[in-house]
């Protein structure tokens, strides 16, 4: 396998490689630091090396402490988001205030975040949603005391619901209308149980009534959706392309542990918003790229995989003989289509959010060398935790790698996995309609 940097910031310097194990494309977590003159190929630094880099760099100017300050204080306050201009930190224009990008407590949900990342504007269906998805604060209440939050929750969504219903039908796609109205209604039935369930005092059925429940909302917000919303730049538009979404089961292989064998991890591929990054990732998955493959890097910040075998760091187009890569792909909140190429540091968007975030255990992103933005390949990551350096609704990583999906059933198993477990299989469960342009058709 050969060295690469994954996730890796120009402001990083570099540690000695490990021994005892792959060096995949570096994950690094970003700093307010100086720029390095590091190797895009150098392992990444230890959390303790990242938290003291400033004593290793004499050149840490007076902005960049008061950057490093302010983050601080951020992150040991749970200030929501601080921006880090590359400017400030390279001798550019004057440092610009730290501004609160987002106010409120993140979304940390996996599910939640794929609702909410479709392209839809429907007030009337989000107003259901969103108590739906309150029922989970509630029951972080201890005892029956908790239902009778839920029920204020209950109570409300189903009053949307009554009031939005024929707003939210009209905003279903023509071609969908039945099967959005079949969803409306088991809603509606759904929540009736709901109540009956919190009137009978049974909490331990509530949560799965609201998952079922959040299933159907979020299958009438995509019946939303009637084409894919915008073409994909010239340049990319002959690449495998998922134009929508689809589902995949990973397999996993766990070895030295002897409390679990092995998991499947359903992870949801969002091509609304990175149709690209993930049209890549399932055409691998459908030409069995990863079955068989270890897991090369797992260290409590990010769990890794896709280096394959020989010097190349990521998939060799058999038609080609080269490395295929993909352009770096971020969808900005507000946007119509992706920015590509560039980071949304580089772009000076520096309170853009990303659509897709690195808000949830599980993130699923695409790895790529230090300095090139458009060197992903087959190389991918899941995020594990909010460290130090990555909070959720701060998170110094948004906007500079592409997030293409979640890991939505047993992601905190993700936690338990170990570089040398073996991926035996990813297998498409639905959504493989949705990949344009598939290059494993072209094989066989």
Known sequence: MAAASLLSSPYLPPSPPSLSAPRPKRIARHAAVVRSSSSSSSHPPSESTMLNLKNNKKSFKLKECAISL???????????????????????????????????????????????????????????????????????????????????????????????????????????????????????????????????????????????????????????????????????????????????????????????????????????????????FLDLVERHFYDGMEIQRSDGFVVQTGDPEGPAEGFVDPETGKTRTIPLEIMVVGDKQPVYGETLEELGLYKAQTRLPFNAFGTMAMAREEFDNNSGSSQVFWLLKESELTPSNANILDGRYAVFGYVTQNEDFLADLKVGDVIESIQVVSGIENLANPSYKIVG
């Open 70 to 280: 302010a983050l601080s204080i951020g992150l040991f306050t749970s200030v929501p988001s601080i921006e880090l201009p590359a400017q400030a930190l390279t001798g550019g224009p004057a440092l610009p205030d730290v501004s609160v990008l987002i106010s409120g407590p993140p979304i940390k949900d996996p599910g939640a975040l794929l609702r909410y990342a479709l392209p839809i504007d429907n007030k009337a269906v989000r107003e259901v949603q969103k108590p739906l998805e309150d029922i989970t604060d509630s029951l972080k209440v201890a005892g029956v005391r908790a239902l009778d939050s839920v029920e204020r929750n209950v109570r409300q969504a189903s009053r949307a619901l009554n009031q939005g219903k024929e707003l939210i039908l009209a905003g279903v796609a023509e071609s969908k209308k039945e099967e959005g109205r079949d969803l409306i209604e088991k809603v509606a039935s759904g929540l009736d149980d709901l109540q009956r369930i919190v009137e009978d005092r049974n909490r331990d059925l509530v949560a799965p009534k609201q998952k079922e429940l959040l299933e159907y909302v979020g299958s009438i917000e995509e019946d939303m959706i009637d084409k894919f919303p915008y073409s994909v730049p010239e340049e990319y538009s002959n690449m495998p392309l998922l134009k929508g979404r689809a589902t995949v089961d990973m397999k996993v292989k766990i070895k030295d542990n002897p409390n679990l064998q092995e998991t499947i991890f359903r992870i949801v591929l969002d091509g609304f918003n990175a149709p690209v990054t993930a049209g890549n």
